[in-house]
């Protein structure tokens, strides 16, 4: 027998970010604020040059960066 998450076509990843947001949004307010927060992510990257590793950076960030440019030349 498939699992749901399988048989839906979706990511096991995908399938607990969903149940995760379902409970999140189920909790009364308090509890449910605690628990968006803890459930927001920030990722981070560095580029690694010559053996050292680069400035730190906010993937988010650059990501705004990079489509603002795009955008800008597209137009």
Do not use: C, P
């Amino acid at each position: 027998m498939a699992f749901a998450w399988k048989a839906a076509g979706i990511t096991y990843n995908r399938y607990l970010a969903v149940a995760a947001r379902v409970v999140r949004r189920s909790l009364k307010d308090d509890k449910r604020l605690q628990a968006e927060r803890r459930g927001e992510m920030d990722l981070r990257f560095a580029k690694w040059e010559g053996g050292k590793q680069g400035e730190n950076k906010s993937l988010a960030d650059v990501n705004q960066a990079d489509m603002a440019a795009h955008a800008g030349q597209s137009q």
